[in-house]
């Protein structure tokens, strides 16, 4: 009688990734890559249209919202989401493992890897790559951090009392020696649980939130209407 096999759906923008990816699984007969999509709305299409056991996506898809996203899926099916992932950065970790993720990975991880968190999560088990350890531990510990009204992580506090000061992606991205595209994820997290649609909403919330001179690095720019209607 043939083992049923590992149903999977690749969520990647990133086409020499996701191939490479797929040709990965596919050689390994307990599994069976049912679908692949490239951003948030595909891979939300994709679950409803394909029966699936384990969906493994990238933390950010350029366009969309990936705690969106994984919130959508596991309202849909009750179906397993690991997440692939650079950047090790714990309010991150934090924030996804409270929308759903049952496992994290780093992007460039062997087959075999892959496997084992594909097998552990199927299996009802959490898993975290061998050199996230140290960064999950640190989340683990992270309960007491101080939250505000809008649900910010630590993180996303820094984020926004920058880009509220005039900073741009990339310069935020080198102060704290993140990418671009986790950058502009947060900042994506940052709009969705301020429901700002402009610069100027932003500041109002930094404002709010005494966050003027949390970072000490005031660009000196002037703080009123000039960002009044700027679309993020």
């Known amino acids: 009688m043939e083992e049923k096999r590992i149903k999977v759906i ?3 923008n ?3 990734v996701r191939e490479g990816l797929r040709s990965a699984l596919d050689a390994i007969p307990a599994y069976a890559v049912v679908a692949e999509a490239e951003d948030g709305p595909t891979a939300v299409y994709a679950c409803d249209k394909h029966p699936h056991d ?16 994984i ?17 090790e950065d714990t309010n991150v970790l934090h924030d996804l493992r409270k929308c759903g993720a049952d496992g994290f990975i780093s992007k460039d991880a062997t087959s ?11 299996a009802g088990g959490l898993y975290f790559s061998q050199n996230m350890a140290n960064t999950i531990f640190q989340v683990a510990l992270a309960t ?27 310069e935020v991205a080198n102060k704290y020696d993140l990418s671009v595209r986790t950058v502009e994820a ?18 109002r919330v930094s ?8 970072t000490g690095n005031s660009r000196g720019k002037p703080q009123s209407n000039t960002y009044d209607g700027r679309v993020l």
């Open 10 to 12: 690749l969520v990647e």
């Open 14 to 16: 990133q086409p020499i």
């Open 54 to 69: 384990v969906l493994i996506i990238n933390a950010v898809l350029p366009g969309s919202d990936t705690f969106q996203v």
């Open 71 to 87: 919130s959508a899926i596991k309202k849909r099916e009750n179906s397993k989401v690991i997440i692939s992932l650079i950047e």
């Open 112 to 122: 075999g890897e892959y496997s084992a968190a594909v097998q552990a999560v199927t």
């Open 144 to 170: 007491n951090d101080k939250r505000n009204a809008y649900g910010l992580t630590g993180r996303e506090m820094e984020i926004l009392s920058l880009l509220s000061s005039g900073y741009c992606n990339k």
């Open 186 to 203: 947060h900042r994506l997290n940052i709009r969705r649980k301020t429901q700002s649609n402009t610069l100027s909403d932003l500041v």
């Open 207 to 214: 404002r709010s939130l005494g966050l003027a001179n949390m």
